[in-house]
């Protein structure tokens, strides 16, 4: 469309106000970029600044701080490292690179820089936080004594008391900040999280909302979104979430990148775990969590172990994932030394006051029982929270195992929860296929017990469950599906035992057919059983029933 244009380029009339054009000239000023928090802008005004031959000291630490503030710690700490080398080197700097050495997770040489450094508020919220992280209690309450009733020193303590689990504690100091400073909206993002870590969901998403409403392209804040999302619904519906916040993620948004491929693995239940995961271990702390997590799930329990047995447990979340693993190991190796280490853990988490009340450690302690085999105990705990796993294949094993092996056995129901299990693993399990077979005959089903077994192939647990139906059968009175078992174990293994559990059992359904409980053309079935076995004994048996089908004309041949 150019061809058709009818203004020139040049000529009267193209100029541009002077007072326009001057304008248009007009260069920002760091101070602008600052103020706006654009500190991408800031650092490259600086860096020109700098290059350009009109930079200084003062260019230099501005360059720093911009650099920290962007989430860049590493090319903060290499600016500040380069300061503290000059002569005449500002104090205040050692302090400045200590924090990036903490953010770095450097922290011997973030405690020696902050030494080095003058007294002040924030070496000494530095020191607070580094005598968290080397677990030094006491220097920790020495420097706790000596923050003040200001908002960088309680935030500060609100931060520890969130990262030692203290949730409750850390609402309650961003509360009141909150009650006389409405407009520092970001606190609402950090009592979002510690309802978030209450498993308070509903109540995290609508604290959230007023942060959102502001700042609706917020990392942090939309990630914690998608939390809530994958916890309240499932993992579709937290991916869409973080959609948004995958598009405006930049190169300089690193920390933001890590975040996403992090919770994108969780979302999706493991997929691409082992490409994503473990560079990430010891940048996001639940990295290595969650790896052990799908580790567990692809039934690869000594790798789960390897990657956690260094690792000293400080949150719920770790004990509990302590337990687990080592529960399955022990079950793995049959080690009842890892099985007592598992019950420990999960008898810390139940009995702890702040988490006996929580649905996680009412699971614990169910977890703990069944582990000492003190069903009973067990169920009341399971019983508490089952409202909460109605359609969870996982607690529902569970459950159903507790129910049909409490000492006062409630068959009926436990038959009822296998019964609602989806996942086709744990219905391949020979736990559950030998619990749900004891469920079906003690409730007089014995039909469907053989149902399980005519299913599966022939191995070693075919044969344990052959034996359990062949014994459950005969304790119940079912003596048909005990007949048929003994001797289908008897061709398979001819122990003395098997004829002799057999022969019983053939007389027992002999008798029900005489007494009018069982159909009569199943003498037929008995007989041809008994001929499978060359035992001298055989003749004299079936000698007796054939008489008694003729003068009761049942046909048997």
């Known amino acids: ?79 500040y490292e380069r300061l503290v080398k000059r002569d005449g080197c500002h104090p205040d700097v050692f302090t400045n690179l200590g924090c990036c050495y903490f953010l770095l997770g450097m922290y011997p040489e973030a405690d020696d820089m902050a030494n080095k450094g003058p007294k002040s508020r924030l070496q000494n919220r530095l020191l607070f936080h580094l005598s968290h992280k080397f677990n030094d209690e006491k220097r920790l309450m020495g420097f706790h004594q000596n923050l003040q009733d200001i908002i960088e020193d309680q935030l500060s303590l609100a931060s520890i008391h969130y990262l030692r689990s203290h949730y409750q504690e850390a609402i309650d100091i961003y509360k009141r900040i909150l009650l006389d400073n409405r407009d520092y909206l970001a606190l609402n993002v950090y009592v979002a999280l510690c309802y978030y870590k209450l498993d308070y969901y509903d109540v995290s998403q609508e604290v959230l909302a007023v942060y959102l409403q502001q700042y609706p392209d917020s990392a942090i804040a939309l990630n914690l979104k998608a939390c809530n999302h ?41 997929e691409g775990a082992l490409q994503v995961l473990p560079p990430l271990i010891d940048v996001i702390p639940e990295a290595r969590l969650n790896l052990v997590i799908y580790y567990l799930k692809q039934d690869d329990v000594a790798e789960a172990y390897n990657l956690i047995k260094e690792l000293e447990p400080t949150t719920p979340q770790e004990y509990i994932l302590k337990g687990v693993v080592n529960a399955a190991l ?13 019950q420990q853990y999960f008898q810390l988490v139940g009995g702890s006051a702040s988490e006996c009340d929580t649905i996680p450690g009412r699971q614990c302690m169910a977890a703990c029982f069944f582990l000492l085999k003190q069903f009973e105990d067990t169920l009341i705990y399971l019983n508490s929270v089952k409202s909460y796993f109605y359609n969870d294949d996982t607690f529902n094993f569970n459950y159903a195992q507790t129910k049909a092996a409490a000492p006062i056995c409630n068959f009926k129901e436990a038959e009822e929860v296998f019964l ?112 499978n076995t060359g035992n001298p004994q055989v003749e004299y048996i079936v000698r007796t029933m054939k008489k008694w089908a003729k003068e009761n004309r049942v046909p048997i041949s």
């Open 1 to 79: 469309m150019m061809l058709s244009r009818t203004k020139p380029a040049t000529g009267p009339g193209t100029q541009a106000p002077a007072k326009e054009a001057k304008k248009k000239k007009k260069i920002p000023k760091v101070e602008d970029f600052l103020q706006a928090r654009d500190y991408t802008g800031a650092i490259t005004l600086l860096e020109f600044n700098r290059n350009s031959g009109k930079g200084n000291e003062e260019t230099d630490l501005w360059i720093a701080y911009c650099a920290f503030h962007l989430g860049e710690y590493r090319r903060a700490m290499e600016e």
């Open 230 to 270: 994958f916890r309240l619904y499932n993992g579709k519906a937290a991916e869409a979430e973080l959609k948004s916040l995958q598009d405006m993620a930049s190169p300089s948004f690193l920390f933001a990148k890590d975040l996403i491929k992090h919770n994108l693995v969780v979302f999706r239940n493991g």
């Open 330 to 342: 022990g079950q793995d190796q049959g080690s009842r030394e890892h099985q007592k280490i598992a």
């Open 420 to 531: 609602l299990i989806q996942n086709d693993k744990i219905k391949n399990d020979y736990i559950y296929l030998s619990w749900l077979a004891r469920c079906h005959i003690m409730n007089r089903k014995a039909r469907l017990a053989w149902e399980l077994y005519l299913k599966m192939e022939t191995s070693g647990e075919s044969f344990s469950l052959l034996q359990l139906i062949a014994n459950d059968c005969y304790k119940t009175g079912q003596f048909y599906y005990a007949a048929k078992a003994f001797d289908v174990l008897e061709r398979l293994d001819p122990n003395p035992e098997y004829w002799e559990g057999k022969r019983g059992a053939c007389v027992g359904v002999f008798q029900m057919i005489i007494a009018g409980h069982e159909p009569r053309e199943t003498l037929r079935d008995v007989v041809q059983m008994l001929r």
